[in-house]
C-alpha cells in the first residue's frame, strides 16, 4: 500500500511539473518582423497594415531587436508612417544596444546624411 501512495505522489507530482513548464514556455511561434513589415509597406493604411503595425510596436515594446530596427527604420524613410527622426534614431539605437548589426550600420547612414538628424 505504501508503494502505490509513493506512486501515486510521484505521478500527480510530474503532471505537476509539466503543467508548469507548458504555462510557462515560451511561445513556440515567434513574430514574424519581416513579414510585418512588408504588409506596412506594400498596403499602409489596410486593416492588415495597422495590425501588424501594431504588432511590430508590441515586438519592438518588448525588446526584440529586429522589431525595434524595423520600426525605427519605417519612422526614418517615411512612406507608411510619417517621418520621425528622434523616434527612428531612438528604436534603431535600442537596436543596436541589443546587438543587432544593421542598426549599427543605419545610424551611421543617419548621421552621415543628415536626413532624420543633423550631422
Not at 79 to 92: C, E, F, R, S
Amino acid at each position: 500500500m505504501r508503494t502505490l501512495g509513493i506512486l501515486l505522489v510521484s505521478t500527480s507530482l510530474v503532471f505537476a511539473a509539466n503543467a508548469f513548464g507548458q504555462e510557462n514556455a515560451e511561445p513556440s511561434a515567434k513574430f514574424d518582423v519581416k513579414a510585418a513589415t512588408e504588409v506596412i509597406k506594400t498596403s499602409p493604411g489596410s486593416p492588415d497594415a495597422k495590425a501588424a503595425l501594431q504588432q511590430l510596436e508590441q515586438a519592438a515594446e518588448g525588446g526584440d531587436a529586429g522589431a525595434l530596427y524595423q520600426l525605427g527604420d519605417l519612422y526614418a524613410r517615411g512612406g507608411a508612417i510619417p517621418v520621425d527622426g528622434a523616434k527612428a534614431v531612438d528604436l534603431i539605437q535600442k537596436a543596436a544596444e541589443e546587438g543587432n548589426s544593421y542598426a549599427y550600420v543605419r545610424l551611421g547612414e543617419l548621421y552621415r546624411d543628415g536626413t532624420v538628424v543633423e550631422a
